[in-house]
Each structure stands twice: as structure tokens, then as C-alpha cells.
């Protein structure tokens, strides 16, 4: 790879890291070329990507100082999946390492601020934001459906009541 090669790879991963809502940071070391694209095709479905990176390109593109908690996460073969939604590169690569044994998530970060493995696992099981939509629309309705159905309950009564006579007068 030469200097032009390497500057405009720099800059396509400022791209990525300043797009992305959540970067997860793993080591794919042994993954057939079958499995790696099953893992690209479940991120690709949800919104997101993977990508292979080489570590240095990487730490240059976050401009990393030298120890910082950036040069931790990429040691090894490293590859990194993304997403604009914070929570969607998590979940896939969570339930990817969990069925796959060669897989390992080594950390992750969003924005500025980094987590460990144990924090892109709590990162995965955070809902959707289209789940918490779902919620809020859910919680805004209650409200209204309590009171149609306190409205409906006396019309109800009034209903078997008159059946209740109707069917006294008939016997």
C-alpha cells in the first residue's frame, strides 16, 4: 500500500468513525470467508457494516495519542463493525460471538467515549430505536384506550340490562 493508498484510507475511516453512532472493535483470526460474509450480510440487513482494518490506518484516523485507551482495542487482527444506530453493530456482533468460537469482541467506542466487552454486551441488549418508539407510542396510548373503555362500560350495562328485561318479558 503506498502513501496515496493509505491517505485515502485514512480518511474513508474518519468517515466511518465520525458517521457511525457505535463502532465494535473485534478480532476475526481464523473466520472462513463463508462466515465473514454471513456476518457482513446480518449487518448489511440491520443498517450496518464490517470492515477489516489495519490497526495503525485505524489509530491515525481517530488521531489516537500514543497509550491511550484507542491503542488497547487495536491490537491484532482487528476488524470493525458499525452502525448509525448505536445499538445495531452490537447486537449482531454479540449474537455472532456467541455462536461463533473464533470471533471475539475485543471493545468498542462511541464517539469519544470508549467501553469494553462488557459494555458493548450491555450496548446489544439496549432496545432498537424503533422498539423504543413502539414503547412511547404504546405508553401514549394507554391513556386513551383506559378512558374509551371507562366511556363504553355504562352504554355496556345499559345493554344487558334491557336484555336481561327483554328476555324476562319473553319467558
Given at each position: 500500500m503506498d502513501r496515496?493508498?493509505?491517505?485515502?484510507?485514512?480518511?474513508s475511516?474518519?468517515?466511518?468513525?465520525a458517521?457511525?453512532?457505535?463502532?465494535v472493535?473485534?478480532?476475526?483470526?481464523g473466520?472462513?470467508?463463508?462466515?465473514?460474509?454471513?456476518?457482513r450480510?446480518?449487518?448489511r440487513?440491520?443498517?450496518?457494516?464490517?470492515?477489516?482494518?489495519?490497526n495503525?490506518?485505524a489509530?491515525?484516523?481517530?488521531?489516537?495519542?500514543?497509550?491511550?485507551d484507542?491503542?488497547?482495542?487495536?491490537?491484532?487482527?482487528?476488524?470493525?463493525?458499525?452502525?448509525e444506530?448505536?445499538g445495531?453493530?452490537?447486537k449482531?456482533?454479540?449474537?455472532?460471538?456467541?455462536?461463533?468460537d473464533?470471533?471475539k469482541?475485543?471493545?468498542?467506542?462511541?464517539?469519544?467515549?470508549?467501553?469494553?466487552q462488557?459494555g458493548?454486551?450491555?450496548?446489544?441488549?439496549?432496545?432498537?430505536?424503533?422498539?423504543?418508539r413502539?414503547?412511547?407510542?404504546?405508553?401514549?396510548?394507554?391513556?386513551?384506550?383506559?378512558?374509551?373503555g371507562?366511556?363504553?362500560?355504562?352504554?355496556?350495562?345499559?345493554?344487558?340490562?334491557?336484555?336481561?328485561?327483554?328476555?324476562?318479558?319473553?319467558?
Amino acid at each position: 500500500m503506498d502513501r496515496a493508498q493509505k491517505a485515502e484510507s485514512i480518511e474513508s475511516l474518519k468517515g466511518v468513525f465520525a458517521d457511525a453512532g457505535s463502532v465494535v472493535v473485534t478480532h476475526n483470526l481464523g473466520l472462513t470467508v463463508a462466515e465473514m460474509e454471513d456476518l457482513r450480510g446480518r449487518l448489511r440487513k440491520e443498517g450496518g457494516a464490517f470492515k477489516v482494518v489495519k490497526n495503525r490506518l485505524a489509530l491515525k484516523a481517530l488521531e489516537a495519542e500514543e497509550g491511550s485507551d484507542y491503542h488497547n482495542l487495536f491490537k491484532g487482527p482487528v476488524g470493525i463493525a458499525y452502525s448509525e444506530n448505536p445499538g445495531t453493530a452490537a447486537k449482531v456482533a454479540t449474537e455472532f460471538a456467541k455462536a461463533n468460537d473464533r470471533f471475539k469482541i475485543v471493545g468498542g467506542f462511541m464517539g469519544s467515549t470508549i467501553v469494553d466487552q462488557k459494555g458493548v454486551d450491555a450496548l446489544s441488549k439496549l432496545p432498537t430505536l424503533d422498539e423504543v418508539r413502539g414503547q412511547l407510542i404504546g405508553l401514549l396510548n394507554a391513556p386513551a384506550t383506559r378512558i374509551a373503555g371507562v366511556l363504553q362500560a355504562p352504554a355496556g350495562q345499559l345493554a344487558r340490562v334491557f336484555n336481561a328485561y327483554a328476555t324476562k318479558e319473553a319467558a
